[in-house]
């Protein structure tokens, strides 16, 4: 018994990705050019599986020229994909470094016991060692 082919609506529908989603997706190479019948767009069902794959390696942060990268591979043991993936996570390691940082000097600020925090010495330092090429973490700690 042949495979049932998917419309692009049907697709949308078992993945929760619109049907522009897709068809961009298709258009970027990320997911294969699907068969035509009568002109419409008919997946297999293993591409409910690549939609899933796509949507993972999406919201860890990949973007859609990394993700062609990635799709194209295949593998996770090849060095393309185990670069992407190092480069990603000290991507990821930054990001959270920044957002730890702003999470502290909002607590403190939160915490400040000047009424107005322009009153307030550390703030003041902050200012400055921003102003003079630091970085929110580096600010933070002067």
Avoid at 11 to 20: C, F
Avoid at 63 to 87: F, H, I, M, N
Avoid at 96 to 110: D, F, M, S, Y
């Amino acid at each position: 018994m042949p495979e049932e082919l998917l419309t692009i609506g049907e697709l949308a529908r078992r993945t929760g990705v619109a049907t522009s989603a897709l068809r961009y997706w298709e258009d970027q190479g990320l997911l294969a050019a699907p068969e035509r019948v009568a002109g419409q767009r008919r997946y297999p069902p293993s591409a409910v599986d690549q939609v899933g794959e796509i949507l993972i390696l999406r919201d860890v942060g990949f973007t859609v020229r990394e993700l062609k990268t990635l799709l194209a591979v295949r593998t996770s043991a090849a060095p393309a994909w185990r670069e992407l993936q190092r480069r990603k996570l000290a991507e990821l390691d930054a990001r959270i470094a920044r957002a730890q940082a702003a999470r502290t000097a909002i607590a403190h600020g939160l915490d400040c016991p000047h009424e107005d925090v322009h009153d307030c010495p550390n703030f003041r330092r902050g200012v400055a060692a921003r102003l003079a090429g630091a970085t929110l973490e580096e600010a933070h700690s002067h």
